[in-house]
T-cell receptor, first 114, second 108 residues
Framework: DGGITQSPKYLFRKEGQNVTLSCEQN?????MYWYRQDPGQGLRLIYY???????QKGDIAEGYSVSREKKESFPLTVTSAQKNPTAFYLC?????????????FGPGTRLTVT | DAKTTQPNSMESNEEEPVHLPCNHS???????IHWYRQLPSQGPEYVIH???SNVNNRMASLAIAEDRKSSTLILHRATLRDAAVYYC?????????FGAGTRLTVKP
């Protein structure tokens, strides 16, 4: 089955630690995206990548970093500089970074930092 | 990308049609209108998208006003599984900004 996988589903970390969230897709999509969702809110764009070895900041990139070394993988690191890291993190992909393609979302990772 | 305005919540009865409105008065000529829905604790699911003409697929229909300043997502027969938050998004570049959406409640 083609799709997007995110792991783990739940993640707990102590304050001050960096943590990396995994996102893998086997849809052969060029574009990948990371979003953050807080309770009762919509999604906010953190980073996106339209092609391997290239990525751009979204609206709330501070305190996050990404890499895109392989087409199928787009890991997100939540650094200790992120002031409020506890949130639901969603990864998505699309055929290309064009407005006429839909995005496919993973199941999300719920990160709790205490 | 231009902003959208949606009602915070709507209710529907099961097996009745539902019309979810979205206003986007500042839409540009190259913006596509996308609709996604999200069930609790899940990632959003693509529903439908269009540019100028009305669109139909197996999930829903999208009616776009002639001036493109508003659109309506139509669920022809609501089921309990359609209860979700529905997001209307404009995108001219591929990356998307999600607002708070409309929370649809379906009553049996």
């Amino acid at each position: 089955d083609g799709g997007i996988t995110q792991s783990p589903k739940y993640l707990f970390r102590k304050e001050g630690q960096n943590v990396t969230l995994s996102c893998e897709q086997n849809l052969n999509h060029d574009a990948m995206y990371w979003y953050r969702q807080d309770p009762g809110q919509g999604l906010r764009l953190i980073y996106y990548s339209q092609i391997v070895n290239d990525f751009q900041k979204g609206d709330i990139a501070e305190g996050y970093s990404v890499s895109r070394e392989k087409k199928e993988s787009f890991p997100l690191t939540v650094t200790s500089a992120q002031k409020n890291p506890t949130a639901f993190y969603l990864c998505a992909s699309s055929s290309a970074g064009q407005p006429y393609y839909e995005q496919y979302f993973g199941p999300g990772t719920r990160l709790t930092v205490t | 990308d231009a902003k959208t305005t949606q009602p915070n919540s709507m209710e529907s009865n099961e097996e009745e049609p539902v019309h979810l409105p979205c206003n986007h008065s500042t839409i540009s000529g190259t913006d596509y209108i996308h609709w996604y829905r999200q069930l609790p604790s899940q990632g959003p699911e693509y529903v439908i998208h269009g540019l100028t003409s009305n669109v139909n697929n197996r999930m829903a229909s999208l009616a776009i006003a002639e001036d493109r300043k508003s659109s309506t997502l139509i669920l022809h027969r609501a089921t309990l599984r359609d209860a979700a938050v529905y997001y209307c998004i404009l995108t001219g570049s591929g990356d998307m900004r999600f607002g708070a959406g409309t929370r649809l409640t379906v009553k049996p």
